[in-house]
């Protein structure tokens, strides 16, 4: 028989999970949340009548708790439930933080319950979902023995892939999926800024630079990194990175510090990749650093 599950911080996160555990078989045994409204939302959703906004009530029979409140409450929550004796014996108490490790829900082994943070590699934008969002994601997982065991099964219940980090090394973990994620959306804003002062406007400009998009991770995902690097940086071709700086310098000077810092970096993946001299390399140092 599946275990039981309760979610304090019924969220983006916390809905996705209360559905689609409960669809993987997991028996709700209490949706927790600052305001009513919200764990009944979720209460609903999955047909549940076990809703509260008194977060130990909804945790103290389930087998594995789910604290999905925003970071900077997570332990303010847990330390809370644990002052009510408010988790089981034996539980697994996981949260969702991508940067914060285990040790948020320390408070929890008082009560004999193990802790562990449970990471799914995705962005939950809002609460209505049409199609799973763990399903073929990476999810990673930390913490006590059991509660890293537990939060296994369930990843894979929910379709995703379950990769084991260490506790210590959740921050740069983290900081690589907000470059991933979060500067990938400013790098598109940097490309699309760039292309309304060309003139391509409106929805001619995504779509044009979308296929390109598409095309350039296709190519990291066959090739890797340096072989998927094409273009003036890594053919060496500094007239053309000239006339770039100059451009940009002249009509979004705002906009040039961040061009000459990704073009630095990239300097270095074209001299791993072999395709530029150590004189272009030197120039071209010397021009992204000007
Ligand atoms: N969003 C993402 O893309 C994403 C991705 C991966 C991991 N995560 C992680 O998942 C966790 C939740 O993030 P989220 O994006 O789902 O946040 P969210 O949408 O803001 O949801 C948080 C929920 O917790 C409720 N809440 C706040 N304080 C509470 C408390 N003290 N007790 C009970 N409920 C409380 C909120 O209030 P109401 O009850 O008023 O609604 C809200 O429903 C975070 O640890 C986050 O880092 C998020």
Redesign the pocket.
Known sequence: MKLSFAI?????????LAKYLAEAGYIPAGL????????KRVADLIGSVNFT?I?WEATRKADIVF?????G??K??CD?ISEKNGFKSGSVVL??????SSTELMSAKTCGANIGSM???????S?EYEFNPFSGIVTSVEGDREAVDAAKHVTEDLGSYCVTIKTEAKMLYHAS?VVA?NYLVTLLDLSLSLIKLAGVTGEDALRGLKPLIEGTISNVEKMGIQNALTGPIARGDIQIIEKHLSEIGSKTPQLLSLYKTLGLYTVEIAKEKGSISEAVRKRLEDLFQS
């Open positions: 304090v911080g019924c969220g983006r996160v916390g809905t996705a927790a949340s600052k305001s009513i409204s919200s764990a906004d977060a604290i999905t409140t925003p970071d409450t997570i303010e929550a809370s949260h969702c933080s991508g940067a914060l990471h799914p590699l995705q962005s939950f934008a609460t999926a994620s």
